[in-house]
C-alpha cells in the first residue's frame, strides 16, 4: 500500500510520516520510507529511498542559487533520474506492507513540476493524505478552500485524496466539534456560505454547492502527528482504498 503525504509547509508531513509509519510497524506491518523532499536536513525515520543520495537545496545554494531557485532546479534535475526513482519505489511496494512517500515541504514543487507527475503516475494505485492545520480553517470559506484543494489533488495526480486535519491536539473539544461539522455537513457549510455577503462568500458557495456532484463523499481523518489519534482511522482509509470492502465514505 502506498500512502503520500501531501501539504503545505508546516503541515506536518515529515512527523505523521515517522509517526504513523512507527504506529504500522507496532502493529506488525514492514513499513518502508521514501524521502522527495530536497530541502529538508533532518529526518525523524531512516528513508529507504531519499533524493538527497542525488540533489540537495543546500549544494545548490552553494552553486549560487537562492533558495527558491534552488528548490526549483532540484527538482529540474531530479526529473532525469524519476523513472529510477519509481522502479525503486515499485520494488519496495511489492516487499513490504506500506510504503510511505514524504514530499516537498513546498508543496507547489511536488503538485505542479513534472518529477512529480511523473512519480504518481507511475505507481500503483497511490492514497494521498492532503494535510492541512487548524490555523487556517477561520472563515467558512477557508472550509470550502479545503475541500476542493482535495479534488484539486485527484486532478493534478490521479490519485484519490483525503482530507487529513492535522494537529488536533492543538484544537478545544468544543472548537472541534464546530469543525466537524463544517467539515463533513456540505449542506450546512453551504447554508453558511449563503450568508456571506461578500464576493469571497458568493464564490466559497458557489463552488460548495456543485462540489457534491464532482466528488464522492470521503471521510475527513483527525488527526496527531504528536499523539497518534487519527491513525488507526487512516489505517482503515488505507485498507480500504486498496480492497474491494468498502469505499472511503
Same mark, same amino acid.
Given at each position: 500500500?502506498? +500512502?503520500?503525504f501531501?501539504?503545505t509547509?508546516? =503541515?506536518?508531513?515529515t512527523?505523521?510520516?515517522?509517526s504513523f509509519?512507527g !504506529? +504500522?510497524?507496532?502493529n506488525?506491518?514492514?513499513?518502508? !520510507?521514501?524521502n522527495l /523532499?530536497t530541502?529538508?536536513? %533532518?529526518?525523524?525515520? %531512516?528513508p @529507504?529511498? /531519499?533524493?538527497?543520495d542525488?540533489i540537495t537545496v543546500? &549544494?545548490?545554494m552553494?552553486?549560487?542559487?537562492? #533558495?527558491?531557485?534552488?528548490i526549483?532546479?532540484s527538482?529540474?534535475?531530479?526529473? =532525469?533520474h524519476?523513472?529510477e526513482i519509481l522502479s525503486?519505489?515499485?520494488?519496495?511496494d511489492e516487499?513490504? /506492507?506500506? $510504503? $510511505?512517500i514524504?514530499?516537498p515541504?513546498?508543496?507547489?514543487s *511536488?503538485?505542479?513540476h513534472?518529477?512529480?507527475?511523473r512519480i504518481? =503516475?507511475?505507481?500503483? &494505485?497511490? $492514497?494521498?493524505a492532503?494535510?492541512f492545520g487548524?490555523?487556517?480553517?477561520?472563515?467558512p470559506?477557508?472550509?470550502c *478552500?479545503?475541500? *476542493? *484543494?482535495a479534488?484539486?489533488?485527484? $486532478?493534478?495526480?490521479?490519485t484519490?485524496?483525503v #482530507?487529513? +486535519?492535522?494537529?488536533? @491536539?492543538l484544537i478545544?473539544?468544543e472548537e472541534?466539534?464546530s469543525?466537524?461539522?463544517? +467539515?463533513?455537513?456540505? @449542506?450546512y457549510?453551504?447554508?453558511?456560505? %449563503?450568508l456571506? #455577503?461578500?464576493m469571497?462568500g458568493f464564490?466559497?458557495?458557489r463552488?460548495?454547492?456543485?462540489? #457534491?456532484?464532482?466528488?464522492?463523499p470521503?471521510?475527513v481523518?483527525?488527526?496527531s502527528?504528536?499523539?497518534?489519534?487519527?491513525f488507526d &482511522?487512516l489505517e482503515?482509509?488505507?485498507?480500504?482504498?486498496?480492497?474491494?470492502?468498502? /469505499?472511503?465514505?
Amino acid at each position: 500500500m502506498i +500512502l503520500i503525504f501531501l501539504g503545505t509547509a508546516g =503541515s506536518g508531513k515529515t512527523t505523521i510520516t515517522a509517526s504513523f509509519g512507527g !504506529y +504500522l510497524e507496532k502493529n506488525g506491518n514492514s513499513v518502508g !520510507y521514501v524521502n522527495l /523532499d530536497t530541502g529538508v536536513k %533532518k529526518l525523524p525515520y %531512516k528513508p @529507504d529511498i /531519499d533524493v538527497r543520495d542525488i540533489i540537495t537545496v543546500e &549544494e545548490l545554494m552553494k552553486e549560487g542559487y537562492g #533558495p527558491n531557485g534552488a528548490i526549483v532546479e532540484s527538482y529540474d534535475r531530479l526529473l =532525469s533520474h524519476a523513472d529510477e526513482i519509481l522502479s525503486g519505489i515499485l520494488e519496495l511496494d511489492e516487499e513490504l /506492507d506500506y $510504503l $510511505l512517500i514524504d514530499t516537498p515541504g513546498q508543496m507547489e514543487s *511536488f503538485l505542479f513540476h513534472e518529477f512529480g507527475m511523473r512519480i504518481t =503516475s507511475g505507481l500503483k &494505485e497511490p $492514497l494521498a493524505a492532503y494535510l492541512f492545520g487548524p490555523d487556517i480553517l477561520r472563515r467558512p470559506s477557508d472550509y470550502c *478552500f479545503v475541500k *476542493f *484543494f482535495a479534488i484539486m489533488i485527484d $486532478l493534478r495526480l490521479g490519485t484519490t485524496t483525503v #482530507p487529513v +486535519l492535522n494537529k488536533v @491536539d492543538l484544537i478545544r473539544e468544543e472548537e472541534l466539534s464546530s469543525i466537524r461539522r463544517l +467539515l463533513e455537513d456540505i @449542506d450546512y457549510l453551504n447554508a453558511r456560505l %449563503k450568508l456571506d #455577503p461578500s464576493m469571497q462568500g458568493f464564490l466559497a458557495y458557489r463552488i460548495c454547492s456543485f462540489l #457534491p456532484e464532482v466528488s464522492p463523499p470521503v471521510r475527513v481523518v483527525y488527526a496527531s502527528a504528536k499523539t497518534g489519534e487519527g491513525f488507526d &482511522e487512516l489505517e482503515t482509509l488505507s485498507y480500504e482504498h486498496y480492497c474491494t470492502c468498502g /469505499d472511503l465514505t
